[in-house]
């Protein structure tokens, strides 16, 4: 009876040892593709920003059409926006940094928290920067028509119906746009998180 209580004893603590090796392993496979997420969240980010500005300077400036007041506002947006912008990168960069030098599952889980977070408030800027810059130019329009080309009233309105559902579809595809590239890695970012909250427990 005695070897065989011992035998027990022996084979819960291998079975513990086995437990614990087999978190140790999961912990470093989910930290190994957490960073590898991040990274290549922080490289989409730069990609986008290149060839983005990339195709603005590319395409013809026709300054003609817009008076010097939006002109000053669209520079100002766009210097701001560049700022914006590599402040998001650096803050992609700086989770990246974080999550690959973590070595705990609980400072792991909060920079998973904080990347999801991060790319949330990138692409909410997005959407609202898109949304401005359209209303803006809308706006423009409808007074150019209303006071200068003094456009008929049904005419005015055709031009707000167009104009609005340009504004709706073109948000709708810059949504799209990010829920394609950052919303498929945040959904593997999510379920790293999910696996790590078991481990945790």
């Known amino acids: 009876m005695k070897e065989l209580d011992l035998l027990k004893k022996d084979w819960q603590k291998n079975d513990n040892s086995f437990a614990q090796v087999s978190e140790k392993e999961i912990y470093k ?15 989409i980010s730069v990609l986008e920003f290149v060839v983005l500005n990339s195709l603005s300077f590319m395409l013809p400036d026709d300054k003609m059409s ?3 007041t939006i002109e000053i506002i669209i520079t100002v947006l766009d210097y701001v926006s560049y700022g914006v912008a590599l402040f998001f990168m650096y803050l992609f960069y700086k989770n990246y940094r974080s999550i690959t030098a973590t070595s705990n599952t609980k400072k792991l889980m909060e920079c998973i928290l904080s990347t999801r977070k991060t790319v949330r408030y990138y692409i909410a800027y997005n959407l609202f920067l898109v949304l401005f810059v359209s209303a803006l130019l ?19 309105l ?8 340009f504004i709706v579809v073109l948000l709708g595809l810059v949504w799209l746009f990010y829920q394609l590239i950052y919303g498929l890695l945040l959904k593997k970012l999510n379920r790293n998180y999910a696996e790590l909250k078991k481990i945790d427990l």
Request: with cysteine; aromatic share 8%; glycine share 0%.
């Open 29 to 43: 496979m989910i930290h190994k593709k957490s960073s590898s997420i991040v990274k290549w969240i922080f490289i």
């Open 66 to 68: 817009k008076s010097e």
């Open 138 to 156: 809308f706006s423009y329009e409808i007074i150019i028509k209303t006071t200068v080309n003094n456009d008929s009233s049904s005419k005015i």
């Open 158 to 165: 055709l031009t707000c119906v167009i104009m609005l559902v």
